[in-house]
């Protein structure tokens, strides 16, 4: 069965703190890993990552996935209060036009 | 902006009524789409995937008679929820790929709709 493991469940941190999201995964015939910001509403699209070893950067996160580890990481530098939502990250499986998602991490960011 | 539209965002309804989710891509067609349900502090569980002209594709334990998915246009697929009791309320969230180079889906990611949060009384 295809599973994706999300740790830690929930994260509390001072804003300026930098933070390390994980995400580690079993699955049959990958093709993608995909991080995802939700709010209140539904989910925000961050990263995609195909390949090992290359980090993508948007701002103040970015994010770097091990294909042989079968892990990523998404890391949040100098946070802000507004960067407090539940980080999901998801799988996308070759052959099946479907995603396969983590528990999500809850991540506050308290003043 | 929105890549994926999705109404009506709220719904409150009484038990046994059957309530239409709508989900439309904006500026492309979606040959696929996906719709998903989510509990209170839980992850998003694929309910099936909605394939234009064709009948959708059901994950394991999803009634397909309960959740009827109509997508009958490359812009809009519909999710019925019947005869509805309040262990069907939940948040429900649909998403789309839009077409890229080569292997048209394979390399986009999802884009979600902005969900519909039912509550059956």
């Known amino acids: 069965e295809d599973k994706v493991v999300q740790s830690p469940l929930s994260l509390v941190v001072h804003e300026g703190d930098t933070v390390t999201l994980n995400c580690s995964y079993e699955?049959?015939?990958?093709?993608?890993l995909l991080w995802y910001k939700q709010e209140k509403k539904a989910p925000t699209f961050l990263f995609m990552l195909t390949s090992s070893g290359i980090e993508k950067k948007s701002g103040r996160l970015s994010s770097i996935l091990d294909k042989k580890e079968l892990f990523s990481i998404l890391n949040i530098t100098a946070t802000q209060t507004g960067d407090s939502a539940v980080y999901l990250c998801?799988?996308?499986?070759?052959?099946?036009?479907?995603?396969?998602f983590g528990q999500g991490t809850r991540l506050t960011i308290n003043p | 902006g929105a890549v994926v539209s999705q109404h009506p965002s709220r719904v409150i309804c009484k038990s046994g009524t059957s309530v239409k989710i709508e989900c439309r891509s904006l500026d492309f067609q979606a040959t696929t789409m996906f719709w998903y349900r989510q509990f209170p502090k839980q992850s998003l569980m694929l309910m099936a995937t909605s394939n234009e002209g064709s009948k959708a594709t059901y994950e394991q334990g999803v009634e397909k008679d309960k959740f009827l998915i109509n997508h009958a246009s490359l812009t809009l697929s519909t999710l019925t929820v019947t005869s509805a009791h309040p262990e069907d309320s939940s948040f429900y969230i649909c998403?789309?790929?839009?077409?890229?180079?080569?292997?048209?889906?394979?390399?986009?990611?999802?884009?979600f709709g902005d969900g519909t949060r039912l509550s059956i009384l």
């Open positions: 699955v049959t015939n990958f093709r993608s």
């Open positions: 998403s789309a790929s839009k077409p890229g180079q080569g292997a048209a889906w394979s390399n986009q990611p999802q884009h």
């Open positions: 998801a799988v996308g499986i070759q052959g099946a036009q479907k995603l396969v």
